[in-house]
Nanobody, 124 residues
């Protein structure tokens, strides 16, 4: 099965930057969206950013203007560039891929993959 391997997390001071990477073990076909989620201590998981194969992006309001999601298709890799980091950005960040497993008539059966999560800590 496909595995998503994340890297790039760590400890950074407020105002600093980090770039997260998520590499898939193999090419994933029929992708709907590629996403980054995060979950802070005692909070529910939230969608941070998403990108479609066509390049359409969406961002949570809290990160808009600071984070940039991108992809490198030949490397099967998804990125999240995080600038001007704030303490409230502290969370475990998860890579996620939503894809179409099969199509029967007008019905699309979705599948998904999740990364293992990488810790981002923003603190002085």
């Amino acid at each position: 099965q496909v595995q998503l391997v994340e890297s790039g997390g760590g400890l950074v001071q407020p105002g600093g930057s980090l770039r997260l990477a998520c590499e898939a073990s193999e090419r994933i076909f029929n992708i709907n969206t590629m996403d980054w989620y995060r979950q802070g201590p005692g909070t529910e998981r939230e969608l941070v950013a998403s990108i479609t194969p066509g390049g359409t992006t969406n961002y949570a309001f809290s990160v808009r203007g600071r984070f940039t999601i991108s992809r490198d298709d030949p490397k099967n890799t998804l990125y999240l560039q995080m600038n001007n980091l704030k303490p409230e950005d502290t969370a475990v960040y998860y890579c996620h891929v939503d894809y179409t497993r099969a199509t029967k008539g007008w019905t699309r059966y979705k599948g998904e993959y999740w990364g293992q999560g990488t810790q981002v800590t923003v603190s002085s």
